[in-house]
C-alpha cells in the first residue's frame, strides 16, 4: 500500500508570511497533485506535476515534485487571509492503476 | 465554469436501507469516480468507471455497491444494505483523460448518514 504522509498537519500563521507544506513517500508516484478543500465541500484542483524535479506556480503558491517522484512541496509566498483551507495531496499510482491515494492534508489558518 | 453535480447534499438512511447517490459528471469527461471521506479520515477511492465499466475498485467496494450510468449523463452509487460504517462524505469525481498526469474535477458531495 502507497502511503503518502502530508506535515505539519496544522499551521497557523501570520498574513505576509511564507510557508512551506510538505507530502512525502517511501513510494514512487507517477503523478501528483494537489488540491485544496473547505469545509463540506470537495477537493477542488491546483496543480498536477508528473516529471521528476517540475516546478509550477499558481500566482504565489510554487508546487515541486521531487526528483524520484516520492516527494512534493507547496510553498506559499506572502500568505493571505484567503489561503486558509486543508491542501490535500494525491498520488496517482504507477503501472496503469486509476486509483489516487490522499495525505490527511494540512490545514493551514492564515491570521490578519 | 463546467462542475460536477452531486444529489442529494444531504442523506440520512436507516441501516439495512438502499441507498442512490447521484452524480452529473462534466459533459465531455470520459473518466469517472466515486471518493468517500469518513469524517475527518482521508479521501478515499472507491472505485472507477470508463467505457460503460468498471475500470477499478477498491477493497471497500464490495458486493453491497454498485455503480451505474444509466443515460449517458448521470452517474449512480448504489449501496444496497447500508450499515453504519457506511456513513461520510461521498464525492463523485470526473476527468476527460487517465487520472495519470491529469486532475480530477470533484463535486461537492453528499454526506450520508446512516442511523
Known amino acids: 500500500t502507497q502511503l503518502l504522509e502530508q506535515s505539519p498537519q496544522f499551521l497557523s500563521i501570520q498574513e505576509g508570511e511564507n510557508l512551506t507544506v510538505y507530502c512525502n513517500s517511501s513510494?514512487?508516484?507517477?503523478?501528483l497533485q494537489w488540491y485544496r478543500q473547505e469545509p463540506g465541500e470537495g477537493p477542488v484542483l491546483l496543480v498536477t506535476v508528473v516529471t521528476g524535479g517540475e516546478v509550477k506556480k499558481l500566482k504565489r503558491l510554487t508546487f515541486q515534485f521531487g526528483d524520484a517522484r516520492k516527494d512534493s512541496s507547496l510553498h506559499i509566498t506572502a500568505a493571505q487571509t484567503g489561503d486558509t483551507g486543508l491542501y490535500l495531496c494525491?498520488?496517482?499510482?504507477?503501472?496503469?492503476?486509476?486509483?489516487?491515494?490522499f495525505g490527511k492534508g494540512t490545514k493551514l489558518t492564515v491570521n490578519p | 465554469e463546467p462542475e460536477v453535480t452531486q444529489t442529494p447534499s444531504h442523506q440520512v438512511t436507516q441501516m439495512g436501507q438502499e441507498v442512490i447517490l447521484r452524480c452529473v459528471p462534466i459533459s465531455n469527461h470520459l473518466y469517472f469516480y466515486w471518493y468517500r471521506q469518513i469524517l475527518g479520515q482521508k479521501v478515499e477511492f472507491l472505485v472507477s468507471?470508463?467505457?460503460?465499466?468498471?475500470?477499478?475498485k477498491s477493497e471497500i467496494f464490495d458486493d453491497q455497491f454498485s455503480v451505474e450510468r444509466p443515460d449517458g449523463s448521470n452517474f449512480t452509487l448504489k449501496i444496497r444494505s447500508t450499515k453504519l460504517e457506511d456513513s461520510a462524505m461521498y464525492f463523485c469525481?470526473?476527468?476527460?483523460?487517465?487520472?495519470?498526469?491529469?486532475?480530477?474535477?470533484f463535486g461537492s458531495g453528499t454526506r450520508l448518514t446512516v442511523v
Open positions: 468507471f470508463y467505457n460503460n465499466e468498471i475500470s477499478e
Open positions: 494525491a498520488g496517482g499510482y504507477q503501472g496503469g492503476s486509476e486509483k489516487l491515494v
Open positions: 469525481a470526473s476527468s476527460p483523460f487517465s487520472s495519470r498526469g491529469n486532475g480530477y474535477t
Open positions: 513510494s514512487v508516484f507517477s503523478s
